[in-house]
């Protein structure tokens, strides 16, 4: 198809050229893997069978920067340090799903040490060694984009990482209305499509609503809706058991995962439920 300016007179005006516009490639979207789920209670039997759910639409970059974060755990063991934190008391909270160790049970053995950031805190082994996540400043031109990892654990003798990440709600998943709360999204079996990884095995999943205060306004006192949080245990095609804990506020989604290799993870269980049941989002007035 061509494109022509003329003038009144039939005449192509002085300094405009003509155009072809050419068809655009039809751009062809690779199909997702499918997304497995297994029952917990037939987990925890050994007789588990897993089901399609349905497919995913792309990997997160979230669980993409779990799972090298976990992959560098388990190929670079690190000696056991004390991760610097201050003290800070976890919100109450009330949990439903299934009887994995993600929605209650064993608490770890072993110290653990409250970590506080700007907008989340969770407890961690207090054995366990910490990495700082700088951020990338140029002098010139526009500033790099700043990696989803914002913290990062490793266990002593290696195979275990705790990682917390970020990402954009809206590149995840385009949404009207920015993301509050996880539940925008819809349940946790839904949100897991969103989530986790291409060909993971999910075995376990449970939500916890965590209580928030009310807020004294010039209008009178403002009833604070409660906070989403879904938790998910699963494992990946490359042999990581993993455990997360998710949740939104105010456009980003913020995912607190315990990554082990297959033969860490007997081990590491316990501790690793503790540390995503203790995940929290800190609001700017808490």
């Not at 539940?183 to 291409?198: H, I, N």
């Amino acid at each position: 198809m061509k494109l022509q300016c003329s003038s009144a007179t039939g005449q192509r005006p002085m300094g405009v050229r003509t155009a072809s516009l050419r068809p655009a490639a039809r751009l062809q979207r690779c199909p997702a893997a499918p997304l497995r789920a297994v029952r917990a209670a037939d987990a925890a039997e050994g007789t588990a069978e897993a089901v399609e759910i349905g497919g995913i639409p792309r990997r997160s970059a979230l669980m993409a920067a779990l799972a090298a974060a976990a992959g560098a755990a388990a190929a670079h063991p690190s000696p056991a340090a004390a991760a610097e934190a201050a003290a800070v008391d976890a919100p109450a909270a009330s949990g439903s799903g299934s009887g994995s160790g993600i929605a209650g049970g064993g608490g770890g053995d072993g110290a653990f040490t409250p970590f506080l950031d700007n907008d989340y805190s969770l407890e961690v082994p207090a054995a366990y060694t910490y990495y700082e996540t700088p951020i990338a400043v140029v002098d010139r031109g526009p500033q790099p984009e700043r990696s989803p990892v914002r913290a990062r654990w490793e266990s002593p003798g290696g195979g275990v990482s705790i990682s917390v990440l970020t990402q954009r709600a809206q590149t995840i998943k385009r949404t009207v209305l920015q993301v509050s709360d996880l539940a925008q999204y819809g349940p946790a079996d839904e949100v897991a499509k969103l989530l986790l990884p291409r060909g993971a095995a999910l075995l376990a999943s449970a939500s916890i609503e965590e209580a928030r205060r009310s807020r004294d306004t010039p209008l009178g006192v403002v009833e604070i809706p409660p906070r989403t949080y879904y938790l998910y245990e699963f494992t990946t095609p490359q042999g990581l058991h993993v455990v997360m804990s998710a949740a939104a506020q105010r456009g980003t989604v913020y995912v607190a995962g315990v990554s082990a290799a297959a033969g860490s993870w007997d081990e590491a269980k316990d501790a690793a439920a503790r540390v995503v049941r203790s995940f929290r989002i800190r609001t700017p007035s808490a």
